[in-house]
């Protein structure tokens, strides 16, 4: 591993002693990654696969994702669902009550571009028309263990996003 500022020789010497060099924001980007607080917003079938995921056979609690039902307690919130147009601006409140920095997961081909009810009158294309996403999962609906990658990858957007690293 090699240590920005360091030598090869000293970043040797760093590494064997067992030494983590970062800066804070690293360190704040790998404490949030580590813990997220996903605000659920389950409204269709796929809202049953993510309460299979934080049930005791997938266990979120292992990677630090706590459900909170509280908006305001919430960093992360996982859309799972359809989207109607009359639900569309209480999902644009709960994500405005959230508190910065907050990211979006769209989970299921419902929340990611209206599903197969994409052609009906009261149905959003998606919850990047209402609100910014930052992971889709796709699927109808997606397992638990593509909602557990989906949401290893935003620990991963997080923690480069530490790093100054612009992530889309």
């Known amino acids: 591993m090699q240590f920005e500022g360091f030598t090869e020789e000293e970043s040797q010497e760093l590494s064997k002693a067992g030494i983590i060099i970062g800066t804070l924001e690293q360190i704040k980007g790998w404490a ?7 605000l659920t917003f389950a409204t269709a079938c ?14 979120l609690d292992r990677f630090g994702i706590i459900f909170r039902a509280s908006p305001r307690q919430a960093d992360c919130i996982i859309i799972a669902g359809t989207i109607t147009k009359k639900m569309a601006p209480i999902l644009k409140r709960l994500y405005d009550q959230m508190p910065e920095p ?7 081909s419902c929340a990611t571009a209206g599903g197969p009810y994409v052609r009906a009158y009261s149905v959003v294309k998606g919850a990047d028309q209402v609100i910014p996403v930052d992971v889709y999962i796709p699927g109808c609906p997606p397992s638990p263990p593509a909602l557990i990658y989906g949401l290893n990858k935003l620990q991963d957007k997080i923690r480069l996003e530490a790093k100054g690293k612009k992530v889309r």
């Open 102 to 108: 907050k990211w979006v997961v769209a989970m299921g």
């Open 32 to 38: 949030r990654s580590n813990s997220l607080w996903p």
């Open 46 to 59: 796929c809202g049953i696969e993510m309460m299979g995921t934080g049930a005791a056979n997938y266990d």
